[in-house]
């Protein structure tokens, strides 16, 4: 059973640093494109980030220069570098493969930014 289960998300403030990690199992990170999405709530979910099974790496125009995806494929471990943050990151942060299954969305983390 595939199951992703996301952590580090809380409150900080603007300009401010977070890491979101990313904890899969029944899947292997190494061989398979991992995303990271967030839904504030009322708005469509956004992908934000993608890492390729060959660690190419992709993202969202809002967060290119300021977030960065990485995997240990050792740990089966995906993690979102956030810098620079900004009130409109806030946000529940999911991650799940690419492209997305349903039945694999987590709880997500949340990440609230304040100004």
């Known amino acids: 059973q595939v199951q992703f289960v996301e952590s580090g998300g809380r409150s900080v403030q603007a300009g401010g640093s977070l890491r979101l990690s990313c904890a899969a199992a029944?899947?292997?990170?190494?061989?398979?494109?991992i995303d990271w999405y967030r839904q504030d709530p009322g708005k469509e979910r956004e992908l934000v980030a993608v890492?390729?099974?060959?660690?190419?790496?992709d993202y969202a125009g809002s967060v290119k220069g300021r977030f960065t995806i990485s995997a240990d494929n050792a740990k089966n471990m995906v993690y979102l570098q956030m810098n620079s943050l900004k009130p409109e990151d806030t946000a529940v942060y999911y991650c799940n493969r690419d492209p997305a299954i349903e039945a694999y969305w987590g709880k997500g983390t949340l990440v609230t930014v304040s100004s």
């Open positions: 890492i390729s099974s060959g660690g190419r790496t």
């Open positions: 029944g899947i292997t990170v190494s061989i398979k494109a």
